[in-house]
T-cell receptor, first 120, second 111 residues
């Protein structure tokens, strides 16, 4: 079973361009999570999604950032009109559905290798 | 509010034992996670504690005291490959799908 896959691993964009980051979850995983990591700030939750639905996007900036997890294909984190402050490592993780359907189960998140975005 | 504190850096010697502490403040506590992250790589799951006490898993053990808002990760028989950042995380308001992360403790294991 292949792990969580992210591409590209490295992405360079100029200010004002768009960045598209892709994440393919592990087989059988229903949930995808996106995190941003800066060297001095640690991992920051951005959004988590279930197929075709955004469950919680409270950690994602309201402007320029969007995420989707379509019925077919990978999850996409899209950053429009990038600025230098968007330079960071973006990690995707995935997890199994909760058997009990609740929020309190142990839900191990499996992380992808990350995409390192550099904005020039 | 929610807050997690960990020491920024630690140094230890190969073969020794090291304890990495984590204190947290959260509403609706529902467990605490430890992850390991090597430089430039993805975090990998180490442990999850929801009840008080020590849970042992090979060379790594994790302890939790809910009343004190305190956890530690104990690494025994340290190896060079254990040099990494160790991240403590708690669910936001009891939601295990939305984790709040500490800044991580960077552990350097010296020969």
């Amino acid at each position: 079973n292949a792990g969580v896959m992210q591409n590209p691993r490295h992405l360079v964009r100029r200010r004002g361009q768009e960045a598209r980051l892709r994440c393919s979850p592990m087989k059988g995983h229903s949930h995808v999570y996106w995190y941003r990591q800066l060297p001095e700030e640690g991992l920051k939750f951005m959004v988590y999604l279930q197929k075709e639905n955004i469950i919680d996007e409270s950690g994602m900036p309201k402007e320029r950032f969007s995420a989707e997890f379509p019925k077919e294909g990978p999850s996409i984190l899209r950053i429009q009109q990038v600025v230098r402050g968007d330079s960071a490592a973006y990690f995707c993780a995935s997890s199994l559905p909760s058997e009990a359907g609740g929020l309190s189960d142990t839900i191990e998140q499996f992380f992808g290798p990350g995409t390192r975005l550099t904005v020039l | 509010g929610q807050n997690i504190d960990q020491p920024t850096e630690m140094t230890a010697t190969e073969g020794a034992i090291v304890q990495i502490n984590c204190t947290y403040q959260t509403s609706g506590f529902n467990g605490l996670f430890w992850y390991q992250q090597h430089a430039g790589e993805a975090p990998t799951f180490l442990s999850y504690n929801v009840l008080d006490g020590l849970e042992e898993k090979g060379r790594f053990s994790s302890f939790l005291s809910r009343s004190k808002g305190y956890s530690y990760l104990l690494l025994k028989e340290l190896q060079m490959k254990d040099s990494a950042s160790y991240l403590c995380a708690v669910p936001f308001e009891g939601n295990n799908r939305k984790l709040i992360w500490g800044l991580g403790t960077s552990l350097a294991v010296n020969p």
